[in-house]
């Protein structure tokens, strides 16, 4: 049992056990559906499901995926009630990666362990399966049913939000433009807002709506996931710089070769460390009005301030 108190060394061991065993089973939960959800790899033309599948089974996480799940679950939902919309955000968010790591882009070698797309399909294949996926993503959007507090369209809508001009792909342009460029902090934060936090809120507040969470549980939640979502991105920084390749499966000290806009160079190393624990604790703050319905985002939250990749 995952508790909120402040937790006794032992109790503080069982949480992290517990947070470790739920996010192993959703991921084989996630990892089942998305073998479903995508065309087998004989479906002509072979070589892009091959392509879309091997980016997709190159080993991520499943953060987003599982954030969906889970806040769903807080809400009383079914985690399988959640699992196609589950899956949309990870189409979207590894088309995000394949397209981030072509030569015109970050110009990546190594992803999740692995071999880029471009390096192993050719650039023209990877911006295919790139495109590949974030439509696939749409498409099993659009499967699900309606909630009675939710349509489709808002469903629709905030997968296209998140994933667009205003939000990720805004990311990754004023990222693109801040390289090699002294950065202000509010502008560095509109980037990790944009990047990072929007697709991660956005997880959260899918998995809620699946539910049919209550408008005010739906803002705690997306309080909850804009906070997480910039901590994670700080956190991502700051392992750039103190991990290897090797441990974090793509190239490590990448963003200060490319003179990147991040926490580390801007304000720190110290202070961007000081800046993720108090996101996260703001991140924690806001899922108060659970009290203890939200035992594992609140684990799933501590989990993410101490990874190590
Ligand atoms: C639309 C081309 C394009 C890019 C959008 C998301 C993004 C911007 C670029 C991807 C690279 C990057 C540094 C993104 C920031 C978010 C982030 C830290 C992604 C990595 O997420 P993890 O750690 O990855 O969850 P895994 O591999 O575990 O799924």
Not at 270 to 288: G, I, M
Request: hydrophobic share 40%; glycine share 6%.
């Amino acid at each position: 049992m995952l508790s909120t108190q402040k937790p006794f060394v032992s109790d503080e061991l069982e949480n992290k056990r517990a947070i470790a065993d739920y996010l192993v089973s959703r991921q084989k939960m996630v990892d089942g559906a998305l073998q479903s959800c995508l065309p087998k790899s004989s479906v002509k033309p072979k070589t892009i499901h091959k392509a879309m599948r091997y980016s997709v089974f190159a080993g991520g996480k499943r953060l987003r995926p599982i954030l969906c799940l889970a806040a769903g679950e807080c809400c009383g939902g079914q985690a399988a009630t959640a699992l196609p919309l589950a899956c949309a955000l990870e189409c979207i968010h590894t088309y995000s990666l394949i397209h981030d790591d072509l030569p015109c882009m970050d110009n990546d070698d190594l992803r999740r362990g692995m071999p880029t797309s471009h390096k192993v399909f050719g650039e023209a294949i990877a911006v295919l399966a790139g495109d590949a996926l974030l439509t696939l993503a749409f498409e099993l959007a659009a499967q699900v049913s309606p909630w009675p507090r939710y349509s489709l369209k808002d469903i629709i809508s905030e997968l296209a939000i998140a994933s667009g001009s205003r939000k990720l792909i805004a990311g990754q342009v004023a990222d693109l433009e801040s390289e090699g460029k002294r950065v202000s902090l509010p502008a560095l934060k509109f980037i990790h807002r944009s990047k990072t936090a929007a697709l991660l809120r956005s997880s959260i507040r899918l998995g809620a709506m699946s539910a049919n969470a209550t408008p005010a549980r739906l803002q705690s939640l997306s309080d909850f996931g804009m906070s997480l979502g910039l901590a994670f991105q700080v956190i991502d920084d700051i392992l750039d710089v103190t991990q290897s390749s090797q441990t974090l499966g793509k190239s490590a000290g990448k963003d200060l070769v490319s003179e990147k806009a991040t926490y580390p160079s801007v304000i720190g190393l110290r202070e961007s460390r000081k800046a993720a624990k108090k996101l996260t604790e703001q991140a924690h703050r806001s899922l108060d009005p659970f009290a203890g319905q939200a035992q594992t985002l609140h684990g799933i939250a501590d989990y993410l301030l101490d990874r190590e990749y």
